[in-house]
């Protein structure tokens, strides 16, 4: 268990392998790691749990994206008490929601260039229903098409494949704007650039070890 209250959002284009540096941080410092993308496939899966005011996760989906912000938020209160949260908050909107319910620690930004990510996204393939990501390129499943603990297929999102990349990223670019313009202006904004998740990590590892004592040394990751 972590020793020390800490909130800290991992912000970054799709493909910018938040993800894997948010389970990291979970995993050297003994924190709560909330995956957005994952939230909302259980949801859709029709998981368990229930969203505010009891209503099935499902129903939140369905009910729109002010439904789905407000059952995410609601794990990011009692039980977020030492964690770190990735792929939200998305917009401005959710950003000033969150404030309401809590004070963040540190934002961490990842920027990476738009070659790497448009090359990244159309070699990426997933398992549905775990979520579990692969890439051809540097991270392959065993067995081509097949993921490595079920056996079953693995499908490409609509939204990875090549003609829909350059459109999901400019999406994502105006909509990150007056997020990271927020948290810069309030001193917790932290950016970190490159084209390797294993070459950021030593950065972000040294970043969060001068705010909570790791339970990992960065070379067990």
Same mark, same amino acid.
């Given at each position: 268990?972590?020793?020390?209250l800490l909130r800290a959002v991992v912000l970054g284009p799709p493909g910018s392998g938040k993800g894997t540096v948010c389970e990291r941080i979970a995993r050297s410092f003994g924190l709560?790691?909330?995956?957005?993308?994952?939230?909302?496939?259980? /949801?859709? !899966?029709?998981?368990?749990?229930?969203?505010?005011?009891?209503r099935p996760l499902r129903g939140c989906v369905a009910g729109g994206l002010a439904s789905v912000t407000a059952a995410f938020l609601a794990l990011?209160?009692?039980?977020?008490?030492?964690g770190a949260c990735t792929g939200f908050p998305r917009t401005l909107g959710q950003a000033e929601a969150l404030d309401r319910i809590c004070e963040l620690d540190?934002?961490?930004?990842?920027?990476?260039p738009f070659e790497t990510l448009k090359d990244r996204l159309s070699a990426r393939w997933v398992?549905?229903? /775990?979520? !579990?990501?692969?890439?051809?390129?540097f991270n392959p499943p065993h067995v081509q098409g097949v993921d490595d603990l079920t056996g079953e297929p693995l499908v490409q999102r609509e939204d990875d494949k090549p003609e829909a990349v350059a459109a999901r990223l400019r999406k994502y670019k105006d909509a990150?704007?007056?997020?990271?313009e927020l948290y810069k202006s309030r001193g917790i904004l932290h950016s970190f650039s490159g084209t390797e998740t294993n070459k950021i990590w030593p950065y972000v590892y040294t970043?969060?070890?001068s705010k909570i004592p790791p339970i990992l040394s960065d070379e067990e990751n």
């Open positions: 268990m972590a020793s020390k709560q790691h909330l995956s957005s993308g994952q939230f909302l496939r259980e /949801s859709l !899966r029709g998981g368990g749990g229930e969203c505010p005011r009891g990011m209160t009692a039980p977020f008490c030492c540190l934002v961490i930004s990842l920027n990476i398992h549905p229903a /775990s979520g !579990r990501v692969y890439n051809m390129d990150a704007k007056p997020v990271i970043l969060l070890s």
